[in-house]
């Protein structure tokens, strides 16, 4: 995501990446590391804002040297990428906490902070590919729940807002799509776009977590659970107007997405 939302500000920012020369990014890109406060302090020094996206709640580490060096830097604007499960106190799992944590800290650092919220990337659907073009699936856990999931080039838009206009102090923001949708609906919208019939399965919570731990450790196959069932409960079919408001537009739909990334997966027919 953290590309995505690249792309859409590579033209007024710099970029920290620990390998500048395999980074698929147009702008300035500037070596660092969220292990090295120096380094961090050393790059942030004269900006007038940082914008924070951070990946892997096993390392809250990152998130703290950043502020750190934010504070030691005399930076005059953090904007945070941020989970709207945060606002949600039934939320207690260990990415929400861990994104939660953050907040807080970014609050408590001094520096004038812009918090975004977003629901669900749109771009998750991507993880359907290999399905789609082997035999035309979608395969998901609660496949009827509903996510009001947003496509990454709105946030990266209301990202380059906040961080180059004023009037964002102290604001956080709930960052969502037009409406909730359901993975049967979005495969059926894909399907449409691609002009094949895509067959929507329904995996069971132990096959999803079986897929969640080829790629994650336990206590995050946890927490993809408690977030499933949150959704399957409703929690994540509420919509706000921040996107339009921000953009002076309605937020992306889902299916405007998947025409635009069409080619992601596979020919159409």
């Not at 919509?239 to 937020?251: I, K, S, W």
Request: charged share 25%.
């Amino acid at each position: 995501m953290a590309g995505l939302l690249a792309s859409e500000v590579s033209c007024h920012g710099v970029f920290l990446t620990r390998d500048p020369a395999g980074a698929a990014l147009a702008g300035r890109v500037i070596r660092a590391d969220f292990e090295d406060i120096a380094r961090l302090t050393e790059v942030f020094a004269g900006a007038d804002a940082v914008l924070i996206i951070t990946n892997d709640p096993l390392r809250p580490d990152h998130d703290a040297n950043i502020v750190t060096a934010a504070v030691a830097a005399g930076v005059g604007h953090l904007v945070k990428l941020s989970a709207l499960a945060v606002a949600d106190l039934r939320a207690q799992d260990f990415i929400t906490s861990w994104q939660r944590a953050a907040e807080d800290r970014i609050r408590q650092c001094g520096i004038p902070w812009t918090i975004l919220r977003p629901r669900a990337f749109m771009t998750h659907a991507l993880a359907w590919a290999p399905d789609i073009r082997r035999d035309a699936t979608v395969r998901a856990l609660h496949p009827t729940s509903r996510n009001a999931c947003i496509a990454p080039s709105d946030i990266a838009q209301v990202a380059l807002r906040v961080l180059l206009e004023g009037g964002h102090h102290g604001r956080t923001y709930a960052l969502t799509g037009p409406r909730a949708i359901s993975v049967r609906d979005q495969a059926a919208q894909l399907g449409e776009v691609l002009g094949r019939r895509l067959t929507c399965a329904g995996l069971t919570i132990a096959q999803a977590q079986e897929r969640w731990r080829r790629r994650y450790p336990e206590v995050m196959v946890r927490a993809l659970t408690a977030s499933a069932e949150r959704q399957r409960a409703g929690a994540k079919e509420e919509t706000t107007p921040d996107v339009g408001d921000l953009l002076g537009r309605p937020a992306t739909s889902f299916s405007s997405w998947a025409e635009e990334h069409a080619h992601l997966f596979g020919p159409r027919v």
